[in-house]
């Protein structure tokens, strides 16, 4: 909620040959409005932070892929969801809108996170919808 605190956990394994510079965590607003044939939006960053390999705690040690190591791999994954190490903590803004689908405007929340290789066309960039409201007050 605004003003709150949040976090993201991930898990990560980079199983190609190209080494990670960074890994970057973007919370985006994106404000939608539209009446009587009057279109406007706005997008704004409403957290931002660009972690290094080691402070991911991403393993660059590049190794072949193996038959039959898919499943060791997944639990690894599991492991690491699981721990409270691999999470991105941070503060929501006081001012972010609840996300709200009205006739008129529209508020959406993304998330995004973007590998940086340094192979420059090769960013692997994940974007997930999700979904702010504020806690009820008792």
Known sequence: SAGGPASVKYAMQNSSTVPVKAIEVTLTEIVRFSAQGHHSSSSTALFHTRLSP???GLDQALRPLENGSQVGDL?????????DRF???FNIPAGARNT?????IHVEHSLMIKVITTFGSANPTLQRPIQMFSRARP
Request: proline fraction near 0%; aromatic fraction near 4%; hydrophobic fraction near 40%.
């Open 54 to 56: 080691q402070d991911a």
């Open 100 to 104: 709200y689908n009205g006739s008129i």
């Open 75 to 83: 639990m690894a994954l599991r492991d690491m969801l699981e721990s």
């Open 87 to 89: 999470k991105v903590n």
